[in-house]
DNA sequence: TTGTATGCGTTATCAT
DNA sequence: ATGATAACGCATACAA
């Protein structure tokens, strides 16, 4: 039952391997005939190139890897099918990997990955700061990455990125208008760019409408996190008239105590959430919400991951900042 | 720029490729001295062994690949985890695949773990009848497979299963329980197992209590489908008493509407999920749910796997089923 | 204890 | 158009 190998066609058909191998493989001048028979008797056989022997020759695998900090919310999962798609569309397959928001996790499956050939990978960091020098030395050593959502911005690497200012602003802007004034920001993982980006965007808002900047609690993108704040907010008679949560997750947790506690949305407390968990819409009432495009994020990775591969070393890093939608709906609505 | 080979390290040392060797793996004879040295200056040199070339001679990789239908949702994701937790522990290294509901995509992701030496299998099937003599001839090629959530009974291979009809009965009793008469089953994709299981369950609770059995619609696991088969009940005045849904996303989806509509949830309809998304607990109301241990899924198949890889071919195939829980909550209440 | 030589399954170069 | 053979990086049986 063991594997069918090159040789054992070779041998069944009275012919070398290096003609069975160039029926395998177009490049090569062979009678049409011939490479029809091995074609044929080799599917009877069931035989098929085995990969790992390719590779070890080639170092090309066609596969590439993809590492994500989690996937138990669905943005990083929709990220990955973005970039499957073009990908799969190539003739690429797809290893993923996650991290479990840890770093040490993070470089061990970087190295699997490597180890195993990919051709290329497409990241999303744990931590911005721990495996920076690991990076670098893979950067320098010529294999394609391309760094998304999370990324350091040193790294001579092509990225995919959200503006998460501008939206920040556009979120808090909008509370404003609406004529929130005691507005509290709950802000993501401290130590990341995107949180202080956001945090950036809420200030930013403020003093473009000349008014004094609300508090920042950081608590994570969790939504236990989320309704960990609001309790303590009511617990403390210090609900504030609005908030903009940094992620749905602790928006929707959030949400859910001040409900418990008799607080209606948005009548007493208004609430604006980011990064669009596909549940924002379905929540009640359904939160206001920055979309972030997910597949296009995961997509325009793979296209500039694949660029670099093909180019084979000659490109120029690219950053490209993509679009999101500031999604308005009745947690945020002053209806006074 | 290259990678370092066992040759770069011997021949600095001037000793022979195959000490390098033995210095890397413990079981061989070799003078305390030369391996210190020969591993010291392995490190600074930057030489790591090359899994690829291990596994052409060794058909051993100590990667596990996971092959899941989807992870938009949190269930799959969850038991991802848990397999991850108890694989990292013993030395292997998870590589996951998902198959975007296809079964085609499934198979290539199969046979590319297979390509890539993975010692073994974790598989929740796309579709149970579409791949079926493909996994055959795997099963029979005596790769280590463990099937879990969606699974073909024939299979001779260990499995790791919940009870679904058991806990569609304990839900289905739980309304019928609370006094509900005219509850309707969204049931999930029609050719899977699980799914006539669970309706099942819901029939056989009707029975029980000597009920007329409710409507089943089928519907899958999506929320736009629960929201679209609430909007018909509304619009066709059909809105039954109680929901029990396959899942909780549909679940979720439903009760949205229904509120849109201003209907009171449990007052107007009760509602019950299944599966336990994270989600039911923080929705307004809570969302009564049964609970199913994805962590403990994911580790058992885990452990399943192992011991079948380490047992080398001799093993019995196991079928173990998980115990999960109903998690009442608000929504299935009834206060009257 | 260490070195030499072989093979894992391929592809690619050089003959024929 | 096809065959022989050398690599790819490593582990191991055998020799020294």
């Not at 041998?11 to 493989?25: D, E, P, Y």
Request: proline share 4%; aromatic share 8%; glycine share 6%.
């Amino acid at each position: 039952m063991e594997h069918v190998t090159i040789k054992d066609v070779a041998k069944k058909l009275n012919v070398s391997v290096s003609t069975v191998s160039r029926a395998f493989n177009d490049k090569y001048d062979i009678r049409k005939e011939t490479k029809d028979l091995i074609l044929k008797t080799a599917k009877e056989m069931g035989y098929r190139p085995n990969p790992i022997a390719k590779k070890l020759l080639q170092k090309r695998s066609f596969n590439i890897g993809i590492v994500v900090p989690e996937f138990v919310n669905s943005f990083f999962p929709e990220v990955i099918i973005g970039a499957q798609e073009v990908l799969i569309e190539k003739g690429y397959q797809v290893l993923i990997m996650q991290s479990d928001q840890s770093w040490e996790t993070e470089r061990k499956n970087v190295q699997v990955l490597v180890d195993n050939m990919v051709d290329g990978l497409i990241i999303s960091l744990s931590s911005e700061s721990k495996n920076s020098t690991y990076y670098q030395k893979l950067i320098t050593s010529n294999i394609p990455i391309v760094f998304f959502n999370r990324v350091v911005e040193e790294f001579e690497t092509s990225k995919v990125l959200f503006d998460d200012y501008k939206w920040a602003l556009f979120a808090t802007e909008h509370l404003i208008i609406q004529g929130y004034k005691d507005i509290v920001h709950l802000a993501g993982t401290k130590n990341l760019t995107l949180t202080k980006n956001r945090m950036k965007g809420f200030e930013a808002a403020h003093k473009k409408y000349k008014q004094p900047v609300g508090r920042v609690i950081h608590c994570g993108f969790k939504m236990e996190a989320g309704e960990q704040v609001a309790l303590k907010m009511i617990e403390k008679n210090k609900v504030p008239r609005a908030i903009f949560a940094a992620s749905d997750a602790t928006a929707i947790g959030a949400m859910h105590v001040f409900k418990k506690h008799g607080l209606s949305i948005p009548e007493d407390v208004a609430i604006v959430g980011f990064s669009e968990s596909r549940l924002a819409a379905h929540t009640s009432p359904p939160i206001t919400s920055v979309e972030q495009p997910t597949n296009d994020i995961g997509q325009t990775a793979a296209k500039l991951l694949l660029e670099q591969i093909e180019n084979n070393g000659i490109f120029v890093p690219q950053t490209i900042i993509l679009n999101g939608r500031l999604n308005i709906r009745e947690s945020s609505i002053n209806i006074v």
